[in-house]
T-cell receptor, first 114, second 110 residues
């Protein structure tokens, strides 16, 4: 089975711009979660989508948004980029609830905001 | 607030020595606890979860609700165990969000 894929792998943007990151989950997985990883804050949960609906949201400003398509692929968007948004953004997919299941992580998208 | 604490940023041991990676949590309900591992140049992956009570690659972890701990242990470390280890807590029925600790780098040398 192919693993979770994320595109692009690297991205450089300027402050004030917006960016869209893409995640393709493992085939058959309907849940997609997004995490932000920074040296200072570590891994922080952004949001989770299941069957095109946002089920859970972390403590991030409204500039961070996401969506999921009918094929379970997901995108996250960050508007009005700030320098502090520079991070590795990880996507993870999993198959079903309850929460005691494995999340499979992608390789991440490295976003640099200048 | 829910929190996962890994007090050690780096743990260095010699091959064959016992290993204990510490993890403490704060959570008001019944948590689901996990250990994730990231080897060099590889993706973050699940090592083990408390409900399965299994040993993976020689590692075990016991959930101690009284001490709110979920320490990861291995009796004899191997060089291939060198990696970054993250303890994580799931909010259970509220969703699938994982709350991660800051991670501990385990370095095993010969």
């Amino acid at each position: 089975k192919a693993g979770v894929t994320q595109t692009p792998r690297y991205l450089i943007k300027t402050r004030g711009q917006q960016v869209t990151l893409s995640c393709s989950p493992i085939s058959g997985h309907r849940s997609v979660s997004w995490y932000q990883q920074t040296p200072g804050q570590g891994l922080q949960f952004l949001f989770e989508y299941f069957s095109e609906t946002q089920r859970n949201k972390g403590n991030f400003p409204g500039r961070f948004s996401g969506r999921q398509f009918s094929n379970s692929r997901s995108e996250m968007n960050v508007s009005t980029l700030e320098l502090g948004d520079s991070a590795l953004y990880l996507c993870a997919s999993s198959s079903s609830r309850p929460s005691s299941y494995e999340q499979y992580f992608g390789p991440g998208t490295r976003l640099t905001v200048t | 607030a829910q929190r996962v604490t890994q007090p050690e940023k780096l743990l260095s041991v010699f091959k064959g020595a016992p290993v204990e990676l510490k993890c403490n949590y704060s959570y008001s309900g019944s948590p689901e606890l996990f250990w994730y591992v990231q080897y060099s140049r590889q993706r973050l992956q699940l090592l083990l979860r408390h409900i399965s009570r299994e040993s993976i690659k020689g590692f075990t972890a016991d959930l101690n609700k009284g001490e709110t701990s979920f320490h990861l242990k291995k009796p004899f470390a191997q060089e291939e165990d060198s990696a970054m280890y993250y303890c994580a807590l799931s909010e259970g029925q509220a969703g699938t969000a994982l709350i991660f600790g800051k991670g501990t780098t385990l370095s095993v040398s010969s």
